[in-house]
């Protein structure tokens, strides 16, 4: 059991009402397809403070993502040039409490898909 | 007293207890979650260990009398001790102590003279959990471990060491250190010093053992003192070690693992090709392996009390059939190993008149396991209320440390034994009514959580000085209601502090005196102690 | 100006033509988010890296907005194809101005 100041970073957020302008903003308005964009991350944090994500969307010109309890949303845009060997990144992100990580492509057909994972950051602390 | 321990230990021989019928051509040997308990000592299994989701009313969710009807197990019977909670105290005292590393050493020589090439795998768990293994930073252990010379290990608490000395020992450890899923952080690759698997010859049968460590590591335990790794479960990663393995000519798979049971079940469910999995952190014991598809799942114990012995045949690069036997370690009745009992002691010599200290005495029996408290859990709460002046006191639900039965003298090995770690300092703090009950949500999430890989193995957060209802089958922020404090019947504000006294923060830096001494102080101060039953918890959906 | 900046690349030294090969790379930075206080309540302000950017022989791989909920010592895998013989260019774009670069060659065989 941890307890202490730094389990403040765990009380819960509701969602950002500023994700949807964010993603409307990205996709001109136009409609989100569920297929077309995989987002892979873990269920549960390691550290809220450095969670790995990887997202893929095969043809894509851009993928956002937006951490939906944060704080501001906004994480990364990947832009992908004519180099990429595959429309797929990884980096590592800050999570304020558990939320739903939300993923936005720009297909090669100049159409959107969204995918989301819930990724919960907990205060841990028991074993066995 | 002495006439039914007699009566007990000619009933029961060691030749029985080690009778096999040796099967097949490949024979595993399966301990894990010693918790650095080298002597013999007495371990209750839990009266409440409740299952979720798909597993609700599963082994190894099934205790006392409805687990002995499962099993076909006679009341009374030597099996009755040593797997379920009734009649504890009586029951030990005719059948004396369990466990010893000993007494393992005996029942490991004994299967390799029957199966030279027996392979011998350690679930981890292993380095800690004593005041010797505290002072020592697990070298004790080592040493011991050692001379039963395993063929392979995974790991868990091992960690809490901290990475510099995890990185010490395993580099001179003369076997192999084995984790798949444990990664370098900086660059998410495979860690060096761990190697995702082992082959072994053995019997003319390519095996390949895959190591597990415990996926939740920097989540459960201060991730702060092993920065440099990362763990996860990482089955996709598992499935690719397995299809590498198969692809090198592994005819027999062995997943050593440190999972925790259920989530051992939903692994085997993903992940294709492996024979067996050797199942740790659960601390649960199974007198039967569980069936996944084609994989069998080995639940062996914990405290050094059980030694599994599972044999295998292996033909066509298949494996076609098993036997398997959970051998409990009754220390009365299994001769020790003379080698490593001088060993023991020698690890013990330096620290003996510590140990031997006499702190108090206990009318009660004080045991830990159990989803929501154990007795020992309510002595040290007890302990943290008075020696720190809380309103509420936090205690971890850990499931290691071993029982004492009424009328035993308490000495400090024995509080060590429940509270021995490197993050044990007693912290003292104000936390909101409403910060409670998140806490409260969050930790029952990691046990009721109805996805396994969602649950940590741990039991709940123990609580002292205040009372709540828990519906286990609500989602998280709706389990935990009606939290009361004991002394004044006040319904929790959720704007209002209260004073909290824990222990075992994974938070780097935190203050306060060492939960032992805590304890010890307050056992002195008791004299004797005696407990009454703990009512605080109303438990719904179970 | 964070101090002590320091870009890591792992990049494979050989590969074929037109071989996909996976690129790695880290850089220490705090990545200041501007949330954060400092012990006497201040807020400490932003300072983070905003851009990422990698090109070989001139030709964009990956450009990546950044925000501050990127995690301290940000760090990218991606997946880049190697036309011929020639050089990668990594270049992170501070918040200050500062302009952290790093190249790695790679030979076709
Ligand atoms: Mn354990
Ligand atoms: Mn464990």
Redesign the interface.
Not at chain 3, 74 to 81: D, K, L, N, V
């Given at each position: 059991m941890g307890a202490g100041a730094a389990l403040l970073t765990v009380l819960p957020f509701r969602a950002n009402a500023a994700v949807d302008d964010l993603i409307a903003e990205f996709t001109g308005g136009a409609e989100l397809a569920d297929a077309g964009v995989e987002l892979t991350a873990p269920e549960i944090a390691e550290n809220g403070n450095t969670v790995p994500i990887e997202v893929s969307a095969p043809g894509a010109t851009a993928i956002m993502v937006l951490a939906a309890g944060n704080p501001t949303p906004p994480v990364a845009t990947f832009n992908f040039g004519p180099l990429a060997a595959s429309q797929s990144a990884s980096t590592r992100i800050r999570l304020a409490g558990t939320q739903d990580v939300i993923a936005v492509a720009q297909l090669a057909d100049g159409s959107f898909a969204r995918q989301s994972k819930t990724v919960k950051v907990t205060i841990g602390g028991c074993g066995g | 007293g002495n006439w039914s321990r007699l009566a007990a230990q000619q009933a029961l021989t060691q030749d029985q207890l080690l009778q096999f019928e040796t099967f097949g051509n490949v024979s595993l040997i399966h301990i894990t979650d010693i918790h650095a308990q080298m002597k013999p000592i007495f371990f209750r299994e839990p009266e409440i260990n409740l299952g979720v989701g798909e597993n609700k009313g599963e082994v190894p969710h099934v205790t006392g009398a409805d687990f002995r009807r499962l099993f076909g197990i006679e009341d009374g019977s030597p099996s009755h001790y040593a797997l379920t909670y009734n009649d504890f105290s009586s029951l030990a005292r005719g059948y004396g102590k369990v466990g010893g590393l000993d007494r393992v050493a005996t029942v490991v020589n004994a299967i390799r003279a029957d199966r030279p090439d027996a392979i011998l795998l350690d679930g981890g768990d292993t380095w800690h959990g004593s005041y010797t293994c505290l002072k020592t930073q697990g070298q004790d252990m080592v040493n011991v471990m050692n001379a039963l010379k395993p063929d392979a290990m995974t790991f868990h608490w091992e960690f809490t060491l901290g990475s510099e000395r995890v990185n010490e020992i395993v580099e001179g450890l003369p076997f192999a250190a084995l984790g798949q899923n444990i990664f370098d952080a900086e660059w998410d690759e495979p860690a060096e010093m761990f190697k995702p698997y082992k082959f072994f010859e053995r019997g003319g049968v390519k095996v390949a053992v895959i190591g597990q460590a415990f996926p939740y590591m920097p989540i459960a335990n201060p991730g702060w003192m092993f920065p440099e790794y990362s763990f996860g479960i990482r089955d996709e990663h598992m499935q690719e070690m397995v299809d590498e393995v198969r692809g090198m000519g592994a005819e027999l798979v062995v997943c050593l693992s440190h999972n925790g049971f259920d989530v051992d079940k939903k692994m085997a469910g993903i992940v294709k090709g492996i024979d067996v999995i050797l199942s740790g952190h659960t601390h649960d014991a199974l007198p039967e392996p569980v069936l996944v598809g084609e994989t069998i799942i080995v639940a062996s114990g914990s405290n050094g009390k059980f030694v599994s012995r599972v044999d295998l045949d292996v033909r066509d690069g298949r494996m076609m059939g098993f036997h398997h036997k959970l051998i409990p370690i009754f220390s009365d009745v299994i001769t020790p190993d003379a080698q490593v009992s001088a060993l023991i002691d020698e690890q013990r010599a330096p620290f003996k008149t510590e140990l031997e200290e006499v702190i108090g005495q206990t009318d009660s029996l004080l045991y830990r396991r159990g989803n929501f408290n154990g007795s020992w859990d309510d002595l040290i709460c007890d302990a943290l209320l008075s020696e720190r002046e809380a309103d509420i006191a936090m205690s971890p639900g850990v499931r290691w440390g071993p029982s004492l039965l009424p009328g035993q003298d308490i000495t400090r090995e024995d509080i060590y034994n429940v509270t021995s770690m490197t993050y044990g300092k007693a912290y003292r703090s104000e936390m909101t009514g409403e910060f409670i009950k998140v806490i409260l949500e969050d930790v029952a999430d990691n046990i009721f959580n109805p996805d396994p890989y969602y649950q940590q193995g741990g039991d709940m957060v123990r609580i002292g000085g205040m009372a709540y209802r828990i519906d286990i089958t609500k989602p998280q922020g709706e389990r935990i209601s009606d939290m009361t404090l004991i002394k004044s019947g006040e319904v929790l504000d959720p704007a209002k502090n209260y004073v909290v006294a824990g222990w075992a923060s994974v938070n780097e830096g935190t203050e306060g005196p060492q939960i032992w001494d805590v304890v010890e102080n307050h056992i002195r101060k008791e004299g004797t102690i005696r407990l009454e039953p703990n009512t605080s918890v109303e438990v719904v959906g179970a | 100006m964070a101090s002590g900046v320091k870009p890591r690349v792992?990049v494979p030294g050989k590969a074929s033509a037109g071989e996909?090969?996976t690129i790695?790379t880290?850089i220490s930075h705090p990545m200041e988010?501007g949330?954060r206080k400092d012990s006497s309540g201040n807020t400490i302000p932003r300072s983070i890296i905003n851009r990422f950017t990698c090109?070989?022989n001139g030709?964009?791989?990956?450009?990546?907005?950044?925000?501050?909920?990127?995690?301290?010592n940000?760090?990218?895998?991606?997946?880049?194809?190697v036309?011929e013989t020639g050089d990668f260019k990594f270049t992170w774009y501070d918040d200050d101005g500062s302009v952290y670069e790093e190249t790695k060659s790679v030979t076709v065989a």
């Open positions: - | - | 792992k996909a090969v790695k880290l988010s949330q090109d070989f030709e964009n791989v990956v450009d990546v907005t950044m925000e501050p909920a990127i995690s301290t940000p760090y990218f895998q991606f997946e880049a194809t036309p």
